[in-house]
């Protein structure tokens, strides 16, 4: 399968922890896009990265999320300290940059218990 | 911050009816109109448009884009069940590496 892989599909945390969820591009891809979907709501844009850059964190929350795209390995969305409210669906999307459209992940569901 | 606004919200059709979804966007940097299909996954790609009035065709699906009156189409011929799915328009920017935002969808449902 060559889309646009993320992972773990699922994961439940507890107030307080951290959360890591983990996108790889799909092959040849080195643009890189999070998203977030809060129930009933559309998808938000949170982060672009380029490979060990980021391009425009405009949508990402001030305190507690981050997110970095290494030379080798995945894209990884990192929030700290969880709390309800990031209850979402977070989906990546890659693309070849310029006007190449996005292609998205399954997305990881994550629940704050 | 641009806004997109689907409609309608929801549309329940039976099989072989044609449906037309509608998608209009405020534009500062305007640069692209993508339409996505969602079932319970991932948003799937069906059309990126850029220019005014070219239909971009796949299959039963079709969609075009007015820059002028800044809306997008979506059309749907021979409606099958498994068109029954959330489809979501997304306008991208210039600058930013052409980030996308999104309206909130359109739920279509199929009959039999």
């Known amino acids: 399968n060559a889309g646009v892989m993320q992972n773990p599909r699922h994961l439940v945390r507890r107030r307080g922890q951290e959360a890591r969820l983990r996108c790889s591009p799909m092959k040849g891809h080195s643009h890189v896009y999070w998203y977030r979907q809060l129930p009933e709501e559309g998808l938000k844009f949170m982060v672009y990265?380029?490979?060990?850059?980021?391009?425009?964190e405009s949508g990402m929350p001030k305190e507690r999320f981050s997110a970095e795209f290494p030379k080798e390995g995945p894209s990884i969305l990192r929030i700290q300290q969880v709390v309800r409210g990031d209850s979402a669906a977070y989906f990546c999307a890659s693309s070849l940059g310029g006007l190449e459209p996005q292609h998205f992940g399954d997305g990881t569901r994550l629940s704050i218990l | 911050e641009d806004k997109v606004v689907q409609s309608p919200l929801s549309l329940v059709v039976h099989e072989g009816d044609t449906v037309t979804l509608n998608c209009s966007y405020e534009?500062?940097?305007?640069?692209?109109l993508l339409w996505y299909k969602q079932e319970k996954k991932a948003p799937t790609f069906l059309f990126m448009l850029?220019?005014?009035?070219i239909e971009k065709k796949s299959g039963r699906l079709s969609s075009i884009l007015d820059k002028k009156e800044l809306f997008s189409i979506l059309n749907i011929t021979a409606t099958q069940t498994g068109d029954s799915a959330v489809y979501l328009c997304?306008?991208?920017?210039?600058?930013?590496?052409?980030?996308?935002?999104f309206g909130t969808g359109t739920q279509l449902k199929v009959e039999l």
């Open positions: 850029t220019s005014s009035g």
């Open positions: 990265l380029q490979k060990e850059n980021i391009i425009d």
């Open positions: 997304a306008q991208g920017v210039t600058g930013g590496g052409n980030k996308l935002t």
């Open positions: 534009v500062t940097n305007f640069r692209s």
